[in-house]
Structures are given as structure tokens and as C-alpha cells.
């Protein structure tokens, strides 16, 4: 299981926190999604078939796009 934690900037509400909730646990391989409306942090866990590049993009589609990577394990 890979897992990171990054900001997510465009996080303002509790709406912001449950749409990155649900869209990113809708993806085959998360196992793992916790988000924070005031810190407007994001870690993710999964494994395959999922992978970072497919999580990034759900983020980019839904327009809540990471800024930067804090971890990486």
C-alpha cells in the first residue's frame, strides 16, 4: 500500500471535504481517504490498480488539484 499526504488549496467547506472523499474512494485500489477543511490537507492509501497519477488527475478533474507532496511512502 502506497500512501501521501498533500494541501489541496481549493478546500473552503465541508461540501469540498465530501466531494474528495467520494470521488477519490469511487477509484478501484483506494483504500483510504481522510481530508481536512482547516489544515486543507488530503492523505490518501491504496494499492493497486490504482496509482498516483490516476488519483491526481480525479483531483484535477473535480478541480481540487494537489499542490504539493508532503510524504511519500
Known sequence: M????????AIHCGHCVHT?????SDLAG???VEADQNSQMVTVAWSAPADWEKIRATLVEINYPPEGLITLN
Request: charged share 45%.
Open 30 to 32: 483506494v483504500e483510504r
Open 20 to 24: 474528495i472523499k467520494m470521488e477519490l
Open 2 to 9: 502506497e500512501t501521501k499526504t498533500f494541501k489541496v488549496p
